[in-house]
């Protein structure tokens, strides 16, 4: 990064009051902040431009204040791969170098953006393959926020000058943040990102159509509720302490009773907001009839989905996918009791869309290329 790069203030993930406060500090007359933020957020947020000089309503001598003391940056993209399902999956570069992942799930009538909060993630859950690598930092809010732009910058989807268009014909119509790391881990970051992405006038993706994952953590959860207001899922991956302690470490820390008695107290919790719970089916360790039946007793009384998972394996994993029949027998028991159990496809599989693998592929390949070298 050069001095004048460094000096310059990335603009990307201030909340409105920030941007507002950096234009005050800039000189912007107070008098005018709004209507500059006002249109600023409107270029960047709903059109997606980047260059302040292209910003035609905006006075000269501002554009040149902009241009002169600030920048529009989202995360570099390094690697895209696009697999034979349509799958697309990046590894961006953020500041400093650090690298992450996001992913693209096009579906009928809908498309998926799988969001990064940290590099690295610190609750080494056993069968995720990011719990492998080191835990290096939060994402800033400019780059949590910067993977959705970059993606739409990606599949060309910012609407040009004059025209309008709804949430349900865009690309990216929903949000999740089941990336790399733990979203409730990086609290301040992802709410601050998540308004911005829920904001009317900019992103405008509601938050009916972001789904917070966690694996549990439970202080967590009652200010998602209040803070961000938006859905919520749960990696539960086991129906008792004893294996969930293994496969969850964090279940250490809050056991299955402590967090569904904060998923009951869940503000908003209805039917038409209810809690995905998902969970990853591990041959032989927690796909048995009687998983599925005290799955159910322990979620009894909560507005819920589950989501089942065929484990999507990585090189070195000590699991193994649950057959196709044992994960239709545990779906038909889950739907028999009343809640939705559909099976997640696995997607992008050629493409090593197993969250955390592209990032370790690469950093492989950089190894093997540089003890070549
Ligand atoms: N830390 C958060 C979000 C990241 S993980 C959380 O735990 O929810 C997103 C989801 O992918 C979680 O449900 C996680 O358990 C699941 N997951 C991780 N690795 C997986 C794998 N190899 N196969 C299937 N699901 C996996």
């Known amino acids: 990064m050069t001095q004048i790069e460094s000096d310059q203030k990335n603009l990307i993930g201030l909340t409105r009051s920030s941007l507002s406060q950096t234009l005050l500090e800039l000189g912007v007359p107070e008098r005018k902040l709004k209507m500059r933020v006002d249109q600023l957020w409107n270029w960047v947020y709903v059109r997606g431009c980047r260059?302040?000089?292209?910003?035609?309503n905006l006075a000269k001598d501002f554009r040149d204040l902009l241009d002169k003391n600030s920048v529009l940056r989202v995360p570099e993209c390094r690697i895209r791969k696009i697999s034979m399902d349509g799958t697309r999956k990046y590894l961006f570069r953020g500041d400093g170098g650090h690298e992450f992942?996001?992913?693209?799930?096009?579906?009928?009538?809908?498309?998926?953006?799988?969001?990064?909060?940290?590099?690295?993630?610190?609750?080494?859950?056993?069968?995720?393959?990011t719990g492998t690598q080191a835990w290096?930092?939060?994402?800033?809010?400019?780059?949590?926020?910067?993977?959705?732009?970059?993606?739409r910058d990606d599949l060309n989807e910012w609407p040009t000058v004059g025209s309008t268009y709804t949430s349900e014909q865009r690309l990216i119509s929903n949000v999740v943040l089941m990336g790399m790391g733990e979203p409730l881990y990086n609290f301040d970051n992802?709410?601050?990102?998540?308004?911005?992405?829920?904001?009317?006038?900019?992103?405008?993706?509601?938050r009916r159509r972001i789904t917070l994952s966690t694996a549990g953590v439970v202080p967590g959860i009652k200010r998602a509720g209040e803070e961000i207001g938006c859905r919520l899922a749960i990696s539960f991956h086991a129906t008792t302490d004893e294996i969930r302690d293994k496969i969850v470490p964090i279940n250490r820390k809050w056991n299955i009773a402590t967090l569904l008695e904060a998923l009951r107290n869940y503000p908003r919790l209805n039917n038409s907001d209810r809690i995905t719970f998902e969970y990853v089916m591990?041959?032989?360790?927690?796909?048995?009839?009687?998983?599925?039946?005290?799955?159910?007793?322990?979620?009894?009384?909560?507005?819920?989905?589950?989501?089942?998972?065929?484990?999507?394996?990585?090189?070195?994993?000590?699991?193994?996918?649950?057959?196709?029949?044992?994960?239709?027998?545990?779906?038909?028991?889950?739907?028999?009791?009343g809640y939705p159990s559909p099976v997640r496809t696995p997607r992008g599989e050629d493409i090593l869309a197993a969250c955390g693998q592209l990032k370790s592929e690469t950093s492989r390949l950089r190894r093997k290329r540089i003890s070549v070298n």
């Open 136 to 151: 290096v930092r939060n994402l800033t809010v400019s780059e949590i926020v910067g993977q959705i732009m970059a993606v």
């Open 282 to 337: 591990l041959k032989d360790l927690n796909d048995s009839e009687e998983d599925a039946r005290r799955l159910v007793s322990l979620i009894r009384n909560i507005p819920a989905k589950v989501n089942l998972i065929p484990f999507n394996s990585w090189p070195g994993a000590q699991f193994e996918r649950s057959t196709p029949e044992k994960i239709s027998n545990f779906a038909r028991i889950i739907y028999n009791s």
């Open 190 to 206: 992802v709410r601050d990102a998540m308004k911005i992405v829920m904001d009317g006038d900019g992103l405008s993706i509601s």
């Open 101 to 129: 992942e996001t992913v693209f799930i096009p579906e009928e009538g809908r498309g998926t953006l799988c969001v990064s909060s940290q590099v690295g993630c610190t609750l080494n859950c056993t069968f995720c393959h």
């Open 51 to 56: 260059d302040f000089w292209a910003m035609s």
